[in-house]
């Protein structure tokens, strides 16, 4: 959506380390989510801030800035399977998720 | 993972036809969601249900029309669609607004 931006592409290496950001409107924020998408399948849920700082989960950690208005996706140890749209998305005060355009990431071997 | 299961997985009508998209959640929820995902686009979320009652509408032309029988069940009801309405429709559904939303496989419709 207009309020969320993140790159549109970003390609690494197997077995690298990859920071995906996002940025977002702080007004009335209440959440940050991140959604793997693989291409023709559902996205499915991988992480969800609300308060300031590192959440990890495994290869995949993700941070969030509320004065920033900042959050990123690290993905460590990267893997073929890796290869994916990465979604950004903030829930709001109007009670429902806005989703950034995603980014497609490309694992190369 | 099939706790939101959605049927059919493809269609393709034709702009007079009239069909129904279904949504189904196992998991207990109590909010469900429709989106259309287009090409190179974000997801647009068109219709929140909460407790069966809808709580959202972001401004969707009246040819898609939504329905709620119960917590567990949402329909997309499509007539006289246009080409430009071509995208995949995703159905979610989470625990209460603005908790983790969990999707469905998704419906590829085309539209000639």
């Known amino acids: 959506g207009q309020n969320i931006d993140q790159p549109t592409e970003m390609t690494a290496t197997e077995g690298a380390i990859v920071q995906i950001n996002c940025t977002y409107q702080t007004s009335g924020f209440n959440g940050l989510f991140w959604y793997q998408q693989h291409a023709g399948e559902a996205p499915t849920f991988l992480s969800y801030?609300?308060?300031?700082g590192l959440e990890e989960k495994g290869r995949f950690s993700s941070f969030l800035s509320r004065s920033k208005g900042y959050s990123y996706l690290l993905l460590k140890e990267l893997q073929m399977k890796d290869s994916a749209s990465y979604l950004c998305a903030e829930s709001g005060s109007a009670r429902q998720l806005t989703f950034g355009s995603g980014t497609q990431l490309t694992v190369l071997p | 993972e099939t706790g939101v299961t959605q049927t059919p997985r493809h269609l393709v009508m034709g702009m007079t036809n009239k069909k129904s998209l279904k949504c189904e959640q196992h998991l207990g929820h109590n909010a469900m969601y429709w989106y259309k995902q287009s090409a190179k686009k974000p997801l647009e979320l068109m219709f929140v249900y909460s407790l069966e009652e809808r709580v959202e509408n972001n401004s969707v032309p009246s040819r898609f029309s939504p329905e709620c029988p119960n917590s567990s069940h949402l329909f997309l009801h499509l007539h006289t669609l246009q080409p430009e309405d071509s995208a995949l429709y995703l159905c979610?559904?989470?625990?209460?607004?603005?908790?983790?939303?969990?999707f469905g496989p998704g419906t590829r419709l085309l539209v000639l």
């Open positions: 801030n609300v308060l300031d």
């Open positions: 979610a559904s989470s625990r209460n607004p603005q908790e983790t939303q969990y």
